[in-house]
């Protein structure tokens, strides 16, 4: 399963993080986000210690969603040394594209 995330432990969890990390921000209400969610948690377990994935509710996070910009949802992030390195916005990607992107940073 993927880890949750805020505005208390982004910081530790994403930007400090030695791996790569996948963020989906993402909703309850949201259609998409929710078709997502099994190929993020699956991904989750798949890439192991080699990379991270997170979720940003982006109701409940409002701050980090506006400092990411993030205008529509599914958006996921991909994070290396603390910084974006890939933006991909929808629910029209692969687990084993996730994971490409990924493991392609660590």
Known sequence: MSLAVNESNFQTEVL???VPVLVDFWAEWCGPCKMLLPIIDALSEDVGDAAKVVKVNVDEAAPLAAQFKIRSIPTLLIFSNGEVKEQIVGANVTQQELKDK?????
């Open 16 to 18: 400090d993080a030695s």
């Open 102 to 106: 990924l493991l392609s940073l660590s």
